[in-house]
């Protein structure tokens, strides 16, 4: 079975950080662009990250920039978010998404396998 999990999700405060893993089963992440999307209650889904098959480029939406950090380790298959100084606004539910590249990276649309989500709460 092909899929994507995450992990990582949970309950912090503002300014507190969280470390997101996706993890991929079935087929190897090598050869895909991989994005972090996240999605809060009553709005839209929102392209937050993607990284290149190779690692060597990065992408960052401006609502999570020099807060968020994306990363990938293709001997263990898979990528990582680090997000750090959490704001309450960062609260929702965070997907991973396979594609063939980054280009158009925050359209939902473009994507190959999707994991189920994972809960980041962002509460004091």
């Known amino acids: 079975q092909l899929q994507l999990v995450e992990s990582g999700g949970g309950l912090v405060q503002p300014g507190g950080s969280l470390r997101l893993s996706c993890a991929a089963s079935g087929f190897t992440l090598d050869y895909y662009g991989i994005g972090w999307f996240r999605q809060a209650p009553g709005k839209e889904r929102e392209g937050v990250s993607c990284?290149?098959?190779?690692?060597?480029?990065?992408y960052y939406a401006d609502s999570v920039k020099g807060r968020f950090t994306i990363s990938r380790d293709n001997a263990k298959n898979t990528v990582d978010l680090q997000m750090n100084s959490l704001k309450p606004e960062d609260t929702a539910v965070y997907y991973c998404?396979?594609?063939?590249?980054?280009?158009?990276?925050?359209?939902?649309?473009?994507?190959?396998?999707w994991g189920q989500g994972t809960q980041v709460t962002v509460s004091s």
């Open positions: 998404a396979a594609k063939a590249s980054c280009a158009g990276y925050k359209f939902a649309n473009n994507y190959k396998y």
């Open positions: 990284i290149s098959s190779s690692g060597g480029t990065t």
